[in-house]
């Protein structure tokens, strides 16, 4: 199972989303938590607690993602990593908030192809930019 401790901004009078993800090994993969399905929600709150944050709400599992809405006030987040601040192949590998666009029009169109620009980055084994951010909106509408 991967925990996606994910913010989302949209920008004023627009159809972009900003959206970060918190990430491990510089921003590329997924945070893989040893849980199963039954235990994925508790596993989610307890990460998200230890490293002080604070989640809108509980937990969202699809399939073996467990999506963590977080509070963009919550107090430590200056704290952490940017994906900008480490340069690839940091050592040790640090856990880093990475920034994603999404075009998310009133048809949810992607008339430009912008949102597809994030299938060629890969985050886990099944699991590319694109496909993590979808699911994520998804539980948001």
């Known amino acids: 199972m991967y925990i996606v401790p994910i913010l989302s901004y949209s920008r004023d009078s627009t159809d972009l989303k900003h959206i970060w993800v918190f990430l491990e090994r510089n921003g590329t993969h997924l945070i893989q938590l040893e849980t199963t399905p039954e235990t994925a929600v508790k596993a989610a709150t307890e990460f998200v ?51 994603f666009l999404w075009l998310d029009t009133k048809e949810h169109t992607d008339p430009f192809g912008v949102n597809r620009l994030l299938d060629s980055i890969s985050l886990a084994e099944q699991h590319n930019a694109f496909s993590v951010v979808q699911s994520y909106l998804k539980t948001c509408d």
Request: glycine fraction near 10%; charged fraction near 25%; proline fraction near 10%.
């Open 49 to 99: 607690e230890a490293n002080e944050m604070t989640a809108l709400g509980a937990p969202t599992v699809i399939g073996d993602l467990v999506f963590v809405g977080i509070d963009p006030k919550s107090k430590d987040l200056g704290s952490f990593y940017t994906w900008r601040e480490v340069t690839p192949g940091t050592i040790p590998s640090k856990e880093v908030w990475r920034p």
